[in-house]
């Protein structure tokens, strides 16, 4: 055993896995704690067997970049340790997202709370910016709320640093509703301003309560960009008919002032929103500049993250956690624990049969269960 | 067109594409087909809404069952529902029944060109069961206030609803059908009579909702002379400020903050004016609830603070280098240059770069060399403060 080894052998120690909370197409995330302190994490094992070109590209990215940022709003990386062929990403626990926020109706969104959370989008993604990094794929989903409201950035899977001059970058990134038209029209040099249209919808879709720019596929997804904010014209956008996917469209749609469907929002809000939502990248308002808008100065003051609104299925969690966190063995090792100490890491590692012997054990259990009544 | 996702368009009486090609039902908002009419004839009927407009329906998919056309090799392909609830397209209905009545071509049932409507729900078992409890709607208008009991009311709402699913089910026709016309011709006083009481009923509603726009009218009229008053207040109170500050012989900070008090208790008094009036008006019950709750709790924990931009201190060292608005780059020339604009339309920016090259270079200048420390390299891999393994130190 040499020291790398020894090193992995006692990062792993540090953090008990318990049990799975959801499977992504290249991760699975488990629910564990810190042994030292009790603290709830979350862990992303990469599942490397699958990929026969060795480990997957987001993983190596999401661990690149999230190693160095450390921010109040981008999700922390607590640590990195291998176990067998897997890679294990050990992560801050989060319970929600924004999109189960926007989701609940039984939730209501005062203009300080929307504003209060573009705060904090805005601010992880200053900070990721300032550290030259893209994140790429910035979405509700995407956008974790912590216990104490705090809004974090997570899922750097497709996070890259700013391209050198000249270089190409790929344009299948950030999930289609929140694509800017430059990535759709396959533009491979981009800068910055394509995560600040993404921010821009997301602030549409918390006002809304519904996606703003929902296409159903990638053709018709610029066609409700341009039925939304009206078909751009070369002044506005200078060069954009050059760009490798432009197809002149069949019909230009007029330009329809943001107020006609934004009824309620204040003068100050539009002109932020009018201002992520511009055509010409270049002329986006970049991450700090919105840190500085006047929206952001305005009465109401943005909703303190406590008092923010959260989830009921959150808040329910957090309660039976609480309830049972007083009883639970850090060590124990309930059916989803492994990798947690040596010896159980060596049961797995026995032999098939005990694998099948287990599951058949489990079988009976179930059948059993449902004969009792 | 609206930008509001699918349920708009339904309620303002626009033809909508329903179902369609689409597998994400929510977000379906791509141009609706625009139904156009091949026939000469103008179909009426159909399930009206409110404002007395059919919706109709149409899709991708839509195929006529009698001479198999499709909206692919026909896109004006207008199917009509007919009233034994069967479908074709007009082209069919036209071949079919221009020289007068004839059979169905799918239950043969005997049908006029006129006995056709278009369809406004996809399922047409839908379609024929809304048709149906509409037109009972229409004879069976009893209220409650019509019997001396409960159970009396009940027993007819029963009865009403066993017409209704014997229509719908095709049970007993010719019998129900007796059924209503001896109904019909028993109680034809007091079926006129709800009819008119549902008219005045609707034209109170039109009266109210008249009187509610007027007055949100005269309110909005209103901030607007508030509005206008605040400003002249405030002038009044700048000038009479700087004549003070002219004339007076007190302390000018005194002064100004005296006015500022002032001013501030103008604006709150103002704002709980308002929100007292807000409170009682426009928003549902529960929204206003919800809202009363969150403000009450708000009050309780922590105030709201005003917007900080960053929260540390990051630019702080800017001034240790100034971007200039360009450089003699190399490496850049082509992006600069830019032949075909695609990279500024693209949205690169060089100065992103630029800025980066600049930031790595400055970025340790102020930290301390490390002086002092024993240079001899350690035999063993050791972990660092950040718990990093340091693999050579040199």
Redesign the interface.
């Known amino acids: 055993m040499d020291?790398?080894e020894r090193?992995n052998a006692d990062r792993q120690k540090r953090w008990a896995k318990e049990q799975k909370v959801g499977e992504g197409t290249y991760a699975v995330v488990y629910r564990g704690r810190e042994v030292a302190t009790g603290r709830r994490i979350a862990i992303k094992k990469i599942k490397v067997g699958q990929f026969k070109d060795g480990l997957d590209m987001s993983a190596i990215r999401e661990v690149k970049y999230l190693r160095e940022l450390k921010h109040?709003n981008v999700i922390e990386l607590l640590?990195v340790f291998s176990s067998k062929t897997n890679l294990n990403l050990v992560l801050e626990f989060l319970d929600s997202d924004l999109e189960m926020i926007i989701k609940d109706r039984s939730l209501?969104f005062?203009p300080?709370d929307i504003?209060s959370w573009m705060?904090m989008t805005f601010?992880g993604l200053?900070f990721c910016h300032?550290n030259?990094i893209l994140h790429r794929d910035l979405k509700p989903n995407n956008l974790l709320i912590a216990s104490d409201g705090q809004l974090k950035l997570a899922d750097f899977g497709l996070a890259r640093d700013?391209?050198?001059?000249?270089h190409k970058m790929t344009c299948q990134v950030i999930t289609r509703w929140y694509r800017?038209p430059?990535l759709l029209?396959n533009?491979?040099?981009?800068?910055?301003?394509?995560d600040i249209w993404s921010v821009g919808c997301i602030f549409a879709e918390l006002m809304l309560r519904?996606?703003?720019l929902?296409?159903?596929s990638d053709i018709?997804q610029l066609?409700?960009i341009f039925?939304?904010l009206g078909t751009p014209t070369e002044q506005e956008?200078?060069?954009?008919t050059?760009?490798?996917n432009w197809h002149q469209p069949s019909t230009t749609y007029p330009k329809?002032p943001l107020r006609d469907?934004f009824t309620a929002a204040s003068a100050d809000t539009l002109s932020l929103l009018g201002k992520c939502l511009v055509y010409?990248?270049?002329k986006?308002i970049s991450a700090?500049e919105a840190?500085?808008h006047p929206y952001?100065?305005a009465i109401?003051?943005?909703?303190?993250p406590?008092?923010l609104?959260r989830c009921a299925a959150q808040l329910a969690s957090r309660a039976a956690e609480e309830a049972e966190g007083g009883d639970i063995d850090k060590m124990s090792t309930g059916p989803g624990v492994k990798a947690a100490e040596p010896n159980n890491r060596k049961r797995k590692l026995t032999s098939p049969e005990e694998f099948r012997v287990r599951s058949i054990a489990r079988k009976l259990d179930f059948t059993k269960q449902a004969n009792s009544p | 067109?609206?930008?509001?996702?699918g349920y708009g368009g339904w309620l303002q009486g626009k033809t909508v594409r329903k179902g369609g090609a689409?597998s994400?039902h929510?977000?379906?908002?791509?141009s609706t087909p625009h139904v156009q009419s091949t026939s000469s004839t103008i179909f009426g009927g159909g399930i009206k809404d409110p404002s007395g407009r059919v919706t109709e329906y149409s899709s991708m998919e839509d195929q006529c069952p009698v001479c198999k056309s499709d909206r692919y090799l026909n896109p004006k392909l207008r199917l009509l529902v007919s009233s034994c609830y069967h479908k074709m397209c007009e082209s069919c209905i036209d071949r079919l029944f221009t020289l007068g009545p004839a059979p169905c071509p799918i239950c043969s049932k005997v049908l006029r060109k006129l006995a056709f409507q278009p369809q406004t729900f996809e399922d047409l078992e839908v379609e024929k069961e809304v048709a149906i409890r509409r037109r009972l709607a229409k004879e069976f208008n009893k209220r409650r206030e019509d019997f001396d009991d409960l159970k009396e009311y009940n027993d007819y709402l029963q009865e009403v609803e066993d017409i209704a699913f014997n229509l719908i089910n095709n049970i007993d026709v010719p019998q129900t059908e007796a059924k209503i016309a001896n109904y019909k011709a028993a109680n034809a006083a007091l079926i006129a009579l709800n009819i008119q009481r549902e008219e005045a009923y609707a034209l109170a509603l039109r009266e109210q909702e008249d009187l509610d726009r007027r007055e949100r009218e005269a309110r909005a009229a209103q901030l607007v002379q508030e509005a206008e008053q605040e400003r002249l207040e405030r002038e009044r109170e700048q000038n009479e400020l700087i004549t003070k500050l002219e004339t007076s012989q007190k302390d000018a900070k005194k002064l100004v903050a005296k006015a500022r008090a002032s001013q501030q208790k103008r604006l709150s008094a103002r704002t709980t004016e308002k929100s007292s009036v807000l409170g009682g008006m426009g928003f549902g019950m529960d929204?206003a609830k919800?809202?009363k709750a969150?403000t009450n709790?708000?009050k309780t924990?922590?105030?709201?603070?005003?917007?900080v931009?960053?929260?540390d201190d990051?630019y702080g060292y800017e001034d240790l280098y100034v971007l200039r608005p360009s450089y003699d780059?190399i490496?850049?020339e082509?992006?600069r240059k830019d032949r075909?604009?695609?990279?500024?339309?693209?949205?690169?920016?060089?100065e992103?770069?630029w800025n980066?090259a600049l930031r790595s270079a400055v970025a340790g200048l102020e930290l301390e060399p490390l002086v002092g420390l024993p240079l001899e390299p350690s035999s063993?891999?050791t972990?660092d403060t950040a718990?990093d393994?340091v693999m050579a130190s040199v």
């Open positions: 020291a790398v090193e109040q640590d209501v005062l300080a504003k705060a601010r200053e300032r030259h700013f391209a050198d001059p000249g800017p430059e029209l533009s491979r040099y981009y800068g910055s301003n394509v519904t996606p703003y929902a296409g159903d018709n066609d409700t039925r939304a956008w200078p060069g954009h050059k760009l490798p329809t469907l010409e990248p270049r986006r700090l840190l500085n952001f100065f109401p003051y943005p909703t303190h406590s008092k609104p | 067109m609206s930008n509001r996702p689409s994400s929510s977000n379906t908002r791509s929204y919800l809202l969150r709790k708000a924990s922590i105030p709201d603070e005003p917007h931009p960053l929260q990051w780059d490496f850049s082509a992006v075909e604009g695609i990279m500024r339309a693209g949205g690169y920016m060089v992103e770069a980066r063993e891999p972990i718990g393994v």
